[in-house]
């Protein structure tokens, strides 16, 4: 048997809309592990997060592996380690914070244990309760953070933000250019990365340190931040629920959604079947 590796991401596609995963969907993911294939919870929200909902969901296990915060780190669950970390340098985050600041618009980066900014918006008190991990106000970013953060959010929630948002990337290109890629993970939430870092990379780093061929590897999402990993897996699969974009990327549509166990019938179809 050729083993496989499943790479999953979270919100709106393995998570429900109530965060919850379907008791049919966590048979199939067990029944993969069971016959010695792998799976990976990749996901944009941070590592503490991604943990938290692992071990919420009893998805925290030998042959599970966590890809946070679009990649840029990478968990072994089984032991308990982060196996490849990439972060923000200082000064690029020094200039998102001063430029989003500047136009009025929310901005926070993170620690290993919090999100953290220099003010609490309205939106950063919505996105921490979803993700459920705790603020922590910083006099200054970036001198008082612990360690260059792997990523940084600018974050609207008001109406037209997706306009606003995309107003802001072009307006800032080349402040980052060389520097950052900035992603969207939803109409919402603007994310700005390391250079190089993606779901996609992490797919292709997760498969050559198991020794699995990437088109033994499987993807399944549903957003825009979720396309590196489509075009890098064998079998790039998106959730009924998914974007247009998205599923301009995929190689195969689910007939379900998140809110109907997509995430099982996709394993069934190309891990089980």
């Given amino acids: 048997m050729r083993t496989k590796i499943f790479f999953s991401d979270l919100d709106g596609t393995l998570l429900d809309d109530d965060k919850n995963v379907s008791e049919k969907d966590l048979a199939s993911i067990y029944s993969m592990l069971d ?17 938290l909902v692992a071990k919420n969901l009893k998805l925290y296990r030998e042959g599970i592996f966590i890809a946070a915060s679009n990649g840029g780190v ?3 669950c089984g032991a308990e380690k982060i ?6 340098d200082p000064d690029t985050v020094d200039m998102l914070f001063r430029a989003a600041l500047l136009e009025g618009l929310s901005v926070h980066t993170y620690t290993d244990d919090f999100v953290v900014s220099v003010v609490k918006t309205p939106e950063i008190e919505a996105y921490t309760s979803r993700i459920m991990m705790p603020f922590k106000m910083l006099g200054s970013i970036p001198e008082d953070l612990p360690a260059p953060p792997p990523k940084l959010i600018v974050m609207s929630i008001k109406e037209g933000s997706r306009k606003r948002l995309e ?6 290109a080349a402040l980052v250019a060389g520097r950052a890629q900035s992603v969207f993970s939803n109409d919402f939430l ?6 190089g870092v993606s779901k996609g990379r992490a797919l292709e780093v997760l498969c050559d340190l198991l020794g699995i061929p990437a088109s033994d590897s499987i993807a399944a999402g549903d957003e825009a ?17 998914g974007t247009d974009e998205a599923k301009s990327h995929a190689d195969y549509v689910a007939a379900h959604s998140n809110n109907e166990s997509g995430v099982s019938e996709i394993i069934e179809k190309f891990v089980l079947g």
């Fill in 35 to 51: 016959m010695g294939h792998r799976f990976v919870i990749a996901t944009g929200r941070p590592i503490f997060s991604a943990k």
């Fill in 74 to 76: 990478i968990y072994e």
């Fill in 83 to 88: 196996i490849s970390s990439s972060c923000l």
């Fill in 167 to 172: 107003e802001f990337e072009r307006s800032h």
């Fill in 190 to 195: 603007l994310e700005y990365l390391p250079l």
């Fill in 225 to 241: 931040n979720d396309i590196p990993m489509l075009e890098a897996a064998g079998v790039g699969a998106v959730m009924f629920n």
